[in-house]
């Protein structure tokens, strides 16, 4: 198991240090940050042995987090763990910085005190952790005995992510159904893989226990109801069912319910939290198309002329469109002219960055630059990196919607009803790149 | 007001002032004091003579002040146990708080201080959380277990804190049972083979059960532990698969990886022509795929580990080659294996997509990468005949491009399509040729010296190229000038006229003016060979080239399947199993994975010419028992063994030196079977019993080119807990066309598994090449114990006793002896003739054997004079044995 965790800022001086076992030594935190952190070469593995004491590493900004151990750890549980930790810090003191995590050492001791028991992960859900590990360490005292108790079970409970006797005078949610698309196109306008990774990510301030129930025009679920009805609503909506490639869930999702049934079940944290992670690969709406042209005149001349295409409904708007065109590192100077939006060369890019504010559905829009290259002996080539895009959309690329979000609580007097409910379908580009 | 500010103080004189503020009266200056020390302590100053301070404002119902001295109580503890002593009161006092989080909290740190004197103080106050009425605090008990028995092992096994632990697998609360697991799991890790555990279904069933509820911490402890569980059956594993299945879809990947280790396992023990098997196979992809739109990090890790599930089934990802495109902003360690997964799911129905994504990849900046890809081209072209043409084209497209790197990895590769498609690319060394002035390492020189000398006699200029390598001969490295050596009498056998001069040269140039042992004996060998027998040197130096093999760099397969018990592990990450990279006792255990008990030995079949009962004793190679030495003398029809003179003359020269005859051995019909034949190891062997003691007596040859070593033997679990006593006596190793007789002594004590039949016995033996795998029928005689002769009164009793549906009948047929020479046979193999009777011309024998399980079985043999055919009634509480009994008769009394 982890036998010691360290957390150094970007010149490898120690921030946080804490030993949960005997075999790592103090002369562990720096091996690390020897053979790391002032390493010369670039990182080339998240994992490093040093000295027979391996060691687990992951970045936040200028923050290294290190994981020393001297057994065969389960090594993803680490890194899972790691980035835990990180989320844990994040919701207690906002962003990972040195300044950040000086001015709350004492607060992260004691949660890597509660978090990690001689190297195993307890319970480390922000929740239940914020009940009894606050910034102001007094409070704990004045906990009634039903108060402590009622904490040990919600952190060692089966429901260790929510609280009991939680109230709200308006019960609400709000679901935004978040997904960003990813492209990579050759620069035939061949599609050599495409993909959606999405994520449900609720908020949600309901009063007492609700069991919810979460329902999306998933394939598998309408196809099989559709056996069972047989009316003209399967063939609607069997149509606009997707095919879901894979897909995982919070810890609060009754797994074995979603296996044998394939109902989204659970009894939802409170506030803010990602019910659901999803992929899928099959009909995906490639909301633009690039269409690049690179011609090499000479050898101190390109010229570079970029389309792009918008391919979904006139009515829609996509927002903060960028395309990133790479010059190569020769470029001694860039003329442009775009149809649409502003263009700008940045040198210490290397590339054109045109940016458009605003696009409507079934558009198509154009740039055209020249570039001028110095003259230079190497031999070697311009990679010609691809040319990037970001985008946001207001619909789901991979075709989901929501079919319902019921919430059941029945020991308070609300109902389905009562609850107010926002749905909101954001599509981002992932990384959406077109080979030139 | 931020606590940042306890990190800069920095004067001299530091430790008085904060000694000082220690002792202040007031709360806050404590706490603010302990904190500095903290603070110092984290940045590695040396704050240990505060020790007797700090531990004084431990006394504090300010829970926060608690846990800083707590923390500084565990860095420092060890240092100065003496004083640590002084906290114990603190300790035990905590331990009985009215709030459940102190007492955790106390409980907790008590476990972390390691001093053993403390330690005696911390057992009573442990047996009381571990059964506290707050399932926080028996959590936390249960881990403290575990840090207990690391600082005092036999001190945690004295006090029953083990049973405890053990108790809390059936505790209500998930957590309480997840942290009881896995403090098991590490325990049990040091004691391999103590059945700590004690995974039985029963708690296999809470595990699951556990496994719903628990946190996802707490499901990875339990599949982890789960993963090492032998199901009994595949129905077994199947229930465990149904119920682990849901785990796939968990938003932690470790939760994920976890449960894919368990299915990996599993996988083993199902039936791969049935329903579920498939179903789950199809299951496992989907999962793996979405690792890797994790964080990098977790890619990573999943990568290392579908590198192995690729290689143990390829089948599960083989649609799945498209997620392994590298992204252009992939780190690099992601990028890197990317390129080895997609190398190995390369095929000829994606090979057009996967080779233009390498030829993008060969130009990008990292020069690690982009070698990577340059090679990974050269072996699609080695893996997949169709697509090689276009692979040289591609690569002679990278070597225009002249970048150095490109160009040296590209002909280091052409060399080796060369060897596998050979007369087929020829044309391109021209191109090859022009590049010679810009290899600079020896990898590149040594290949491109290759293709010279390979194909002198379609270069025209090959002696000019290779002379103006010789130039420099001395500075090169030992690679370059063993290859120049071997080009160069290539090219003169080749083209003799011309180049003999140069053959001088280099000839001189290896042998004389070189320190190499290595280059001077083959400079001396090519040498002799050319001055003697230039017809011969050719048919040597020219011979024709095995073939290369299509797969490179896979795992050894015993390695490949610890691996995959090693699921989400490091071992898993660095491809090294535990025991490469662990010190001491954790780790050391080696995993393996589970054997199908009935159907797994169906691949090894077809190693096997022992396939059921009627083979084993129809086996041509029999000699006769001797026991029945003299019956053997008299029938001298009887052919005489066959290919079988080493067991026989070894067991003929044990009579003889113990020439007491046959009462002190009792040997038995033996079978020689051929048990095994695989990868040049031939294994033949039989059994036997000499003087009370079994012996498997086996003869190992070695058919392979290559010696042998390491050998070492393991029966699986079996209907007579048959185990061997000693390791297996063959200490050196085994020359190739060598082969050595050894005798494994044998005892009944081990672990007992029902077979069917029961007879049989699963075997593997183990060597530095592989393991193999093959079943035997053990003849059931050698079980057949000496003081088998049952008293006359109690065989009339006990035959009564045993009611009569156990008594079986069996018919003997074709044997043409009396009844004196078959009790002395028999005899020979102790079954033991009581009584004979006369009923009506027929002679009865009334016979007893016992097991050395103590079965007895009971015996009446009906020999009517003039019928060649007997019958046996066989009696015996355990009536399945009665079967091979008889057929240990029907073979005793036919040799």
Redesign the interface.
């Given at each position: 198991?982890i036998g010691g965790l360290f957390i150094y800022n970007h010149k490898g001086?120690?921030?946080?240090?804490r030993?949960?076992?005997?075999?790592i030594g103090?002369n562990a935190?720096d091996a690390f940050r020897v053979n790391v952190i002032h390493a010369r070469q670039?990182?080339?593995?998240?994992?490093t042995?040093i000295a027979?004491t391996?060691f687990?590493?992951?970045k936040r900004s200028n923050i290294w987090l290190a994981a020393a151990?001297?057994?065969?750890?389960?090594?993803?549980?680490v890194?899972?763990?790691?980035?835990k930790m990180c989320d844990v810090m994040a919701a207690y003191f906002g962003k990972i910085s040195e300044?950040n995590v000086?001015?709350?050492?004492?607060?992260i001791?004691?949660l890597l005190?509660e978090i990690l028991?001689?190297g195993?992960?307890?319970?480390?859900?922000t929740g239940a952790l914020k009940t009894?590990i606050t910034q102001q360490?007094?409070k704990?005292?004045h906990?009634t005995?039903e108060e402590?108790?009622q904490?040990?079970?919600q952190?060692?409970?089966?429901i260790?992510w929510r609280r009991e006797g939680i109230k709200y005078r308006r019960n609400e949610l709000f679901l935004d159904v978040l997904e960003s698309v990813n492209l990579?196109m050759?620069p035939q306008g061949q599609v050599?893989?495409a993909?959606v990774?999405g994520r449900v990510v609720m908020k949600s301030y309901l009063s007492g226990m609700p069991e919810c129930k979460f329902g999306m025009n998933d394939k598998i679920v309408i196809d099989k109801q559709g056996k069972g009805g047989g009316s003209e609503d399967v063939a609607k909506s069997g149509k606009q069912s997707i095919a879901i490639?894979?897909?995982?869930?919070?810890?609060c999702v009754?797994?074995?319910k979603?296996?044998t049934e394939r109902s989204i079940s659970f009894i939802p944290p409170d506030g803010d939290y990602?019910l659901?992670?999803y992929?899928t690969t099959k009909d995906i709406i490639l909301p633009f198309r690039v269409i690049p042209l690179v011609r090499e005149v000479g050898r101190t001349r390109l010229e570079v002329k970029v389309v792009i295409k918008s391919n979904f409904k006139s009515s829609l708007l996509a927002q903060k469109i960028e395309v990133r065109i790479p010059t190569p590192l020769t470029t001694s100077g860039v003329q442009l002219i775009c149809m649409k939006g502003k263009a700008k060369y940045k040198a210490s890019e290397n590339a054109i960055v045109w940016k458009v504010k605003r696009m409507a559905g079934m558009k198509e829009s154009q740039i055209s630059a020249e570039i001028e290259l110095l003259p230079t002996n190497d031999?070697?080539?311009w990679?010609?990196?691809?040319i990037?895009m970001n985008f946001e959309v207001p619909f789901a690329p991979s075709g989901l919607k929501v079919r319902y979000l019921k919430v059941f609580e029945p020991k308070l007097n609300y109902s389905d009803h009562d609850v107010i409910k926002w749905v909101r379908y954001i599509g981002r580009s992932g990384?959406y790149?077109t080979?030139c | 007001m931020t606590d940042s500010k306890y990190f800069t103080t920095n004067k001299k004189g530091e430790i008085f002032e904060l000694k000082a503020e220690l002792n202040n009266e007031k709360k806050e200056k404590r706490k603010e004091a302990v904190k500095k020390v903290i603070a110092a302590m984290t940045v590695g100053k040396d704050v240990s003579s505060l020790f007797p301070d700090v531990v004084n404002c431990m006394q504090t119902d300010n829970l926060e002040l608690k846990k800083l001295v707590y923390l500084y109580l565990m860095n420092y503890a060890k240092s100065q146990p003496d004083m640590a002593i002084m906290a114990v009161n603190s300790f035990v006092k905590d331990c009985e708080d009215p709030n459940p989080l102190i007492r955790a909290l106390a409980v907790r740190t008590m476990g972390c201080i390691r001093v053993d004197k403390i330690t005696e103080y911390l057992c009573e106050p442990l047996r009381k959380c571990l059964k506290d009425e707050d399932p926080y605090v028996r959590k936390t008990a249960a881990v403290c277990v575990a840090k207990l028995h690391d600082i005092n092992a036999q001190m945690v096994e004295d006090q029953g804190f083990l049973d405890s632990l053990r108790d809390l697998i059936a505790d209500s609360n998930p957590m309480v049972v997840a942290n009881a697991v896995a403090a098991l799991s590490e325990i049990s890790e040091s004691h391999p083979n103590s059945n700590l555990l004690d995974l039985n279904p029963q708690n296999i069933n809470k595990l699951l059960t556990a496994l719903n509820e628990c946190t996802e911490w707490g499901q990875i402890f339990i599949l982890d532990c789960l993963s090492n569980y032998n199901p009994k059956d595949e129905r077994e594993a199947q229930s465990i698969c149904e119920r682990v299945t849901p785990r796939l879809s968990h938003a932690n990947s470790a939760v994920v990886l976890s449960a894919v280790k368990v299915l990996m396992k599993f996988l083993e023990l199902l039936p791969k022509d049935s329903d579920y098997y498939n179903t789950l196979l199809k299951k496992l992809s989907p999962p793996l795929v979405t690792l890797l739109s994790g964080e990098p990090e977790v890619q990573y890790v999943a990568l290392r580990n579908i590198n192995l599930i690729v290689q143990k089934r390829p089948e599960i990802l083989k649609q799945e080659i498209k997620v392994f495109f590298v992204k252009y902003n992939d780190p690099i360690y992601v990028k890197l294996e990317k390129l080895d997964i997609m190398i190995r799911l390369a095929s000829q129905a994606n090979i057009a997509q996967v080779l233009a994504e390498l030829k993008e990849y060969a130009t990008e900046v990292d020069v690690d990468f982009v070698r990577k890809a340059v090679r990974a081209i050269g072996r699609c072209a080695i893996k997949v005949e169709q697509s090689a043409e276009r692979c040289v084209s591609t690569l002679l497209d990278l070597i225009q491009t002249k970048v150095n790197y490109v160009v040296q990895e590209a002909i280091v590769v052409i060399r080796d399509i060369f060897r596998k498609y050979p007369n087929k690319y020829e044309s391109i060394i021209a191109t090859l040729c022009e590049n010679l002035d810009s290899l600079d390492e020896p990898d590149a020189r040594a290949a491109m010296i290759w293709i010279v000398g390979e194909y002198a006699e379609r270069i025209d200029n090959a002696d000019e190229l290779l002379e103006s390598f010789l130039e420099g001969f001395h500075d090169e490295s030992t690679q370059v000038q063993l290859t120049l050596l071997t080009a160069i009498v290539k090219l003169f056998l080749k083209k003799p006229s011309e180049t003999q001069e140069l053959v001088q040269q280099v000839l001189s140039l290896a042998t004389q003016d070189s320190d190499n042992p290595d280059l001077r004996d083959r400079g001396y060998i090519y040498w002799r060979l050319l001055s003697t027998d230039p017809v011969t040197a050719k048919e040597v130096v020219l011979s024709e080239k095995p073939l290369i093999s299509e797969e490179t760099d896979l795992i050894e397969p015993t390695l490949l399947d610890e691996l995959i018990c090693h699921i989400g592990s490091l071992a898993s990450v660095y491809h090294k199993p535990p025991s490469a990279f662990v010190e001491g006792s954790h780790g050391v255990h080696r995993k393996h994975l589970p054997v199908q008990h009935s159907r797994s030995f169906e691949w090894a079949a077809s190693l096997l010419l022992v396939s059921g009962p009627a083979a084993a004793m129809d086996q041509p190679h029999v000699i006769p028992s001797q026991g029945d030495l003299l019956g053997d003398l008299l029938n001298l029809d009887l052919g005489p063994p066959v290919n079988v003179p080493q067991i026989s003359s070894m067991q003929m020269g044990a009579v003889d030196l113990l020439g007491g005859g046959l009462d002190s051995l009792v040997s038995l019909n033996t079978h020689i079977l051929l048990l095994m034949k695989a990868k040049g190891l031939e294994i033949s062997g039989t059994f036997s019993r000499r003087q009370g003691h079994m012996y498997m007596d086996m003869t190992f040859t070695n058919k392979a080119l290559q010696h042998m070593t390491d050998f070492a033997v393991q029966f699986n679990k079996n209907s007579f807990g048959m185990i061997p006593t000693s390791p297996l006596p063959v200490h050196t190793p085994l020359m190739p066309s060598q082969t050595i007789e050894v005798s494994l002594p044998i005892n009944t004590i081990g672990p007992v598994m029902k077979m069917d039949p029961l007879n049989n016995l699963q075997v593997a033996v183990k060597n530095n090449i592989d393991v193999f795998y093959f079943s035997v029928l053990i003849p059931l005689n050698i079980f057949f114990v000496e003081d088998g002769k049952m008293e006359r009164q109690v065989f009339l009793a006990t035959w009564k006793d045993i009611p009569n549906e156990n008594e079986l009948q069996y018919q003997i047929k074709e044997c043409h002896l009396n009844a004196d020479t078959v009790s002395g046979k028999l005899q020979g193999n102790n079954i033991f003739t009581i009584a004979k009777r006369n009923v009506e011309g027929q002679d009865m024998l009334y016979q007893s054997l016992k097991l050395t399980n103590g079965i007895w079985i009971l015996a009446e043999l009906r020999i009517q004079p003039g019928n060649p055919n007997y019958t046996l009634s066989l009696k015996c509480r355990a009536p399945e044995v009665s079967q091979y009994v008889y057929q240990t008769y029907d073979s005793v009394l036919k040799t």
């Amino acid at each position: 198991m982890i036998g010691g965790l360290f957390i150094y800022n970007h010149k490898g001086e120690v921030l946080i240090s804490r030993v949960y076992r005997d075999d790592i030594g103090r002369n562990a935190v720096d091996a690390f940050r020897v053979n790391v952190i002032h390493a010369r070469q670039q990182v080339r593995s998240p994992v490093t042995n040093i000295a027979r004491t391996s060691f687990l590493h992951v970045k936040r900004s200028n923050i290294w987090l290190a994981a020393a151990t001297k057994q065969n750890v389960n090594a993803t549980m680490v890194f899972e763990f790691l980035y835990k930790m990180c989320d844990v810090m994040a919701a207690y003191f906002g962003k990972i910085s040195e300044e950040n995590v000086k001015n709350n050492f004492v607060l992260i001791y004691e949660l890597l005190d509660e978090i990690l028991d001689f190297g195993y992960p307890q319970n480390s859900e922000t929740g239940a952790l914020k009940t009894f590990i606050t910034q102001q360490g007094i409070k704990s005292q004045h906990h009634t005995k039903e108060e402590q108790s009622q904490i040990t079970s919600q952190v060692t409970g089966q429901i260790g992510w929510r609280r009991e006797g939680i109230k709200y005078r308006r019960n609400e949610l709000f679901l935004d159904v978040l997904e960003s698309v990813n492209l990579l196109m050759s620069p035939q306008g061949q599609v050599l893989s495409a993909h959606v990774s999405g994520r449900v990510v609720m908020k949600s301030y309901l009063s007492g226990m609700p069991e919810c129930k979460f329902g999306m025009n998933d394939k598998i679920v309408i196809d099989k109801q559709g056996k069972g009805g047989g009316s003209e609503d399967v063939a609607k909506s069997g149509k606009q069912s997707i095919a879901i490639d894979d897909c995982t869930f919070h810890q609060c999702v009754r797994l074995s319910k979603f296996d044998t049934e394939r109902s989204i079940s659970f009894i939802p944290p409170d506030g803010d939290y990602e019910l659901m992670r999803y992929r899928t690969t099959k009909d995906i709406i490639l909301p633009f198309r690039v269409i690049p042209l690179v011609r090499e005149v000479g050898r101190t001349r390109l010229e570079v002329k970029v389309v792009i295409k918008s391919n979904f409904k006139s009515s829609l708007l996509a927002q903060k469109i960028e395309v990133r065109i790479p010059t190569p590192l020769t470029t001694s100077g860039v003329q442009l002219i775009c149809m649409k939006g502003k263009a700008k060369y940045k040198a210490s890019e290397n590339a054109i960055v045109w940016k458009v504010k605003r696009m409507a559905g079934m558009k198509e829009s154009q740039i055209s630059a020249e570039i001028e290259l110095l003259p230079t002996n190497d031999k070697k080539k311009w990679a010609r990196p691809p040319i990037s895009m970001n985008f946001e959309v207001p619909f789901a690329p991979s075709g989901l919607k929501v079919r319902y979000l019921k919430v059941f609580e029945p020991k308070l007097n609300y109902s389905d009803h009562d609850v107010i409910k926002w749905v909101r379908y954001i599509g981002r580009s992932g990384i959406y790149e077109t080979r030139c | 007001m931020t606590d940042s500010k306890y990190f800069t103080t920095n004067k001299k004189g530091e430790i008085f002032e904060l000694k000082a503020e220690l002792n202040n009266e007031k709360k806050e200056k404590r706490k603010e004091a302990v904190k500095k020390v903290i603070a110092a302590m984290t940045v590695g100053k040396d704050v240990s003579s505060l020790f007797p301070d700090v531990v004084n404002c431990m006394q504090t119902d300010n829970l926060e002040l608690k846990k800083l001295v707590y923390l500084y109580l565990m860095n420092y503890a060890k240092s100065q146990p003496d004083m640590a002593i002084m906290a114990v009161n603190s300790f035990v006092k905590d331990c009985e708080d009215p709030n459940p989080l102190i007492r955790a909290l106390a409980v907790r740190t008590m476990g972390c201080i390691r001093v053993d004197k403390i330690t005696e103080y911390l057992c009573e106050p442990l047996r009381k959380c571990l059964k506290d009425e707050d399932p926080y605090v028996r959590k936390t008990a249960a881990v403290c277990v575990a840090k207990l028995h690391d600082i005092n092992a036999q001190m945690v096994e004295d006090q029953g804190f083990l049973d405890s632990l053990r108790d809390l697998i059936a505790d209500s609360n998930p957590m309480v049972v997840a942290n009881a697991v896995a403090a098991l799991s590490e325990i049990s890790e040091s004691h391999p083979n103590s059945n700590l555990l004690d995974l039985n279904p029963q708690n296999i069933n809470k595990l699951l059960t556990a496994l719903n509820e628990c946190t996802e911490w707490g499901q990875i402890f339990i599949l982890d532990c789960l993963s090492n569980y032998n199901p009994k059956d595949e129905r077994e594993a199947q229930s465990i698969c149904e119920r682990v299945t849901p785990r796939l879809s968990h938003a932690n990947s470790a939760v994920v990886l976890s449960a894919v280790k368990v299915l990996m396992k599993f996988l083993e023990l199902l039936p791969k022509d049935s329903d579920y098997y498939n179903t789950l196979l199809k299951k496992l992809s989907p999962p793996l795929v979405t690792l890797l739109s994790g964080e990098p990090e977790v890619q990573y890790v999943a990568l290392r580990n579908i590198n192995l599930i690729v290689q143990k089934r390829p089948e599960i990802l083989k649609q799945e080659i498209k997620v392994f495109f590298v992204k252009y902003n992939d780190p690099i360690y992601v990028k890197l294996e990317k390129l080895d997964i997609m190398i190995r799911l390369a095929s000829q129905a994606n090979i057009a997509q996967v080779l233009a994504e390498l030829k993008e990849y060969a130009t990008e900046v990292d020069v690690d990468f982009v070698r990577k890809a340059v090679r990974a081209i050269g072996r699609c072209a080695i893996k997949v005949e169709q697509s090689a043409e276009r692979c040289v084209s591609t690569l002679l497209d990278l070597i225009q491009t002249k970048v150095n790197y490109v160009v040296q990895e590209a002909i280091v590769v052409i060399r080796d399509i060369f060897r596998k498609y050979p007369n087929k690319y020829e044309s391109i060394i021209a191109t090859l040729c022009e590049n010679l002035d810009s290899l600079d390492e020896p990898d590149a020189r040594a290949a491109m010296i290759w293709i010279v000398g390979e194909y002198a006699e379609r270069i025209d200029n090959a002696d000019e190229l290779l002379e103006s390598f010789l130039e420099g001969f001395h500075d090169e490295s030992t690679q370059v000038q063993l290859t120049l050596l071997t080009a160069i009498v290539k090219l003169f056998l080749k083209k003799p006229s011309e180049t003999q001069e140069l053959v001088q040269q280099v000839l001189s140039l290896a042998t004389q003016d070189s320190d190499n042992p290595d280059l001077r004996d083959r400079g001396y060998i090519y040498w002799r060979l050319l001055s003697t027998d230039p017809v011969t040197a050719k048919e040597v130096v020219l011979s024709e080239k095995p073939l290369i093999s299509e797969e490179t760099d896979l795992i050894e397969p015993t390695l490949l399947d610890e691996l995959i018990c090693h699921i989400g592990s490091l071992a898993s990450v660095y491809h090294k199993p535990p025991s490469a990279f662990v010190e001491g006792s954790h780790g050391v255990h080696r995993k393996h994975l589970p054997v199908q008990h009935s159907r797994s030995f169906e691949w090894a079949a077809s190693l096997l010419l022992v396939s059921g009962p009627a083979a084993a004793m129809d086996q041509p190679h029999v000699i006769p028992s001797q026991g029945d030495l003299l019956g053997d003398l008299l029938n001298l029809d009887l052919g005489p063994p066959v290919n079988v003179p080493q067991i026989s003359s070894m067991q003929m020269g044990a009579v003889d030196l113990l020439g007491g005859g046959l009462d002190s051995l009792v040997s038995l019909n033996t079978h020689i079977l051929l048990l095994m034949k695989a990868k040049g190891l031939e294994i033949s062997g039989t059994f036997s019993r000499r003087q009370g003691h079994m012996y498997m007596d086996m003869t190992f040859t070695n058919k392979a080119l290559q010696h042998m070593t390491d050998f070492a033997v393991q029966f699986n679990k079996n209907s007579f807990g048959m185990i061997p006593t000693s390791p297996l006596p063959v200490h050196t190793p085994l020359m190739p066309s060598q082969t050595i007789e050894v005798s494994l002594p044998i005892n009944t004590i081990g672990p007992v598994m029902k077979m069917d039949p029961l007879n049989n016995l699963q075997v593997a033996v183990k060597n530095n090449i592989d393991v193999f795998y093959f079943s035997v029928l053990i003849p059931l005689n050698i079980f057949f114990v000496e003081d088998g002769k049952m008293e006359r009164q109690v065989f009339l009793a006990t035959w009564k006793d045993i009611p009569n549906e156990n008594e079986l009948q069996y018919q003997i047929k074709e044997c043409h002896l009396n009844a004196d020479t078959v009790s002395g046979k028999l005899q020979g193999n102790n079954i033991f003739t009581i009584a004979k009777r006369n009923v009506e011309g027929q002679d009865m024998l009334y016979q007893s054997l016992k097991l050395t399980n103590g079965i007895w079985i009971l015996a009446e043999l009906r020999i009517q004079p003039g019928n060649p055919n007997y019958t046996l009634s066989l009696k015996c509480r355990a009536p399945e044995v009665s079967q091979y009994v008889y057929q240990t008769y029907d073979s005793v009394l036919k040799t």
